[in-house]
């Protein structure tokens, strides 16, 4: 797989994209949730065809960036100081970081305690916290993947081969050609009706692999008020 960064001009502005190539035979263009175009295009497809469908898609692309715009700057860096605010499945949380000798993150009357050798360091505070996420997001997404299954005829034709669950810059959630199903870490900090939209969208693409008619027909026969959902998602967590 080979990443390439372009740029075209389409009437008074500019459209910065990537090409992200690999062995397929369709090219995908995709705005992501950061403004960011990313295409994804066959090996051989030439530069010149790639910047033509990016031309007659160049209306698309600014309405999906300007819709996309809207929910941007992102949220601050966390700092991990005590009385910071952090979510969790759609909830807001206040940090509180305590000595103790055994270290451990829980949930306790609004708060998300963290327990520490050393609480005074944030680093420390930061991978305390990243990991109970990480922890609770296996656990979750699991449970919301068996829920959203029975919203297919037939559950088991759409059942994924796996789950990864990593941090990502740019996309929610995706489903390789083998049926792994990736899912965003940050998903876990969302509310559920969202964290189902994201896989019951993945869940398609085991059948429809690509953004095309058939795929929207069935996402809405799945799921009618997906729309609603993502417009939440980003929403909340912008």
Known sequence: MTIEPHRISFGSETIEFTIVRRDRKTLE??????????VAAPNDASLEAIEAKLQKRGAWILRQRRYFAQFLPRRP????VPGETHLYL?????????????????????????????P??????????DAWYRRRAQIKFKQRIEFNLNRFPDP???RPQGLI???????????SPA?????????????IDAIDYVITHELCHISEPHHGP?????????????EKRKTRLERFMA
Do not use: C
Not at 29 to 38: F, G, L, N
Not at 77 to 80: C, I, L, S, T, V
Not at 214 to 226: C, E, K, M, R, T
């Open 29 to 38: 263009i995709a705005v992501e949730p950061d403004t960011s175009v990313v």
């Open 77 to 80: 860096a966390r700092k991990y």
């Open 90 to 118: 759609g909830r807001q949380y206040r940090l509180k970081v305590v000595p103790h000798i055994q270290q451990e993150v829980k949930l306790l009357r609004g708060f998300i305690v963290v327990q520490s050798h050393r």
């Open 120 to 129: 005074k360091q944030t680093e420390l505070t930061r991978d305390l916290l």
């Open 156 to 158: 088991e034709a759409y």
């Open 165 to 175: 669950v990593r941090q990502l810059s740019q996309r929610w959630g995706s489903m």
């Open 179 to 191: 049926s792994r199903l990736l899912l965003n870490r940050r998903l876990i900090e969302a509310p």
């Open 214 to 226: 058939a795929f929207y027909s069935l996402l809405d026969q799945i799921l009618p008020d997906w």
